[in-house]
């Protein structure tokens, strides 16, 4: 364990945005799969651990040792959240597809799934179940959850435990969006999904205004001149729009930030650093857009899902978004694939990462770890099968074919991304654009929850006040931001 119950040095809320045998086995697998695909590997893998056979004979003496698979004789019982409702019929065929095909090669290994609603999206439930340590062996966060589970002693350091044998893709998985899920060097989950930022379009809209949708606007003037169009066909369409109440103001003010270079914290995470010419360009350009433009519409104090409600009725040209926006707004609000196109964040200098990932419960056994592990890896970070099995996800009517989540490198990401093509139930020509053009990512600030929601102040106060003063905004958010910063 890396923290002792007394230490608990960090302090955070969770953020709302829109987851072995011993040595001598591993050298032969290693060696003779070094050329094999990694769908082979883990086959390999698996199976040696399942049967108890090769190299070195029977697993090493000690189980608690990391660096071995599970035994195979060992009986062990996990318990994960996060399994699908009975109301998502389709996600939840395919996870117990998937629990019966991981027990083919573990067959001593139960899992049982919890649905509890609610329970992996509501952050009062969330934060009172790692309070009562009564959160289940295997627990979904967001990456931005890890310095709140690490104050309450709530996941365990999982650094022993995965390797090139235990999760065979492992190299191939962005160590960018490993390392969201590091403290101090050490390992405290595995991803389910990650994201990006980027500028998501209505294509209807762009066409009727004289645009490309397949050219989506890549500077911040661009997108100003863009809005302007598309608000000029009248009928209560905006052309581009912005949240600024729940969090997500400042959520979205963070992101145009990283889009132009700036930063939220300075590098010692202790003083705030967004008071400045990019703090102020960010912020001057949205109330000229609102009050000299009139391109973002007259209401405001939007929040997550009223952006998406007007894009999905063809009332809105463009905003700020991730790509699984795409399929909820298909899914939930009756659009259609094909009315959406995506292009990089504008300005392009930075954008903001997030995502999704299981933790492991600090104190369970390391049997039970192991078996966790071996779990995750094959559900979540397997090219082909679990999440990635994208013939069976089609057959199954869910969504194919959105640029994320998309963690890959190097083979793996170019089979996985033909694979999504191949099985594809959308347009991805309309994301080649975010897709051809990667930014590179930036992780939320620290106490991102509670800055966020100073920030909202900054954007609510420019979309709703004509004579809004920039500089008083941002520099009584600052002051609030250092106390904030100067408390951890």
Known sequence: ????????????GRVVTHVRKGHTLRAVLLRRCRHASAATLLVLTLTACAAGGGGDGARSEDSSDPTTLLDPKAKVTITIDCMPPAAKAAELKEWKEDVAEFNRTYPNVTIEGRSTPGQCLEPPRFTAMLKAKSQPD?????FTD???????????????????????????????VLDSLRYRGRLYG??????????????????????????????????????????????????FGEYSAGNTGGWHFTAQLYSLGGDIVDVSGTRAAFNNHLGK???????????????????QRLKWGDLQQRIATDKLGMFLAAPDDIAYMVQELGAKYENFGMGPIPGGRNTLVGGN??????????????????????????????????????ADGLPVGLPQPNF??????????????????????????????????KAEPPKAQEIYRILDSVMSGVLTDEDADVDKLLATAEAKVNRLLADQ
């Open 190 to 239: 595995l991803p389910t999904s990650n994201y990006t930022m980027g500028l998501l379009i209505n294509r209807k809209l762009f066409e009727d205004a004289g645009l490309d949708p397949d050219a989506p606007p890549r500077t911040w003037e661009e997108v100003r001149a863009a809005a302007k169009k598309i608000a000029a066909l009248g009928g209560g369409v905006s052309g």
């Open 357 to 394: 990932n299981y933790m492991i419960k600090q104190g369970i056994s390391p049997d039970k770890i192991k078996a966790a592990v071996a779990w995750l890896g094959f559900k979540f970070a397997t090219a082909g099968k679990g999440q990635f099995d994208w013939a069976r996800t089609k």
């Open 1 to 12: 364990m890396c923290l002792a119950p007394q230490s608990n040095p960090l302090k955070a």
């Open 138 to 142: 295997v627990f979904y966060t967001y």
């Open 408 to 441: 890959w490198l190097g083979r793996t990401k170019a089979k996985d991304d033909a694979a999504r093509v191949e099985h594809a139930t959308m347009p991805v020509a309309n994301f080649k654009t975010f897709m051809d053009n990667p930014v590179p990512g």
């Open 146 to 176: 890890l310095p709140q589970v690490l104050a309450e002693d709530g996941a365990q350091d999982i650094s022993a435990y995965v390797h090139p044998w235990s999760v065979p893709l492992l190299k191939d998985i962005n160590p960018d």
């Open 281 to 299: 360009q960010v912020a001057k350009n949205l109330h000229a857009m609102r009050w000299e433009d009139d391109s973002m519409g007259r209401t």
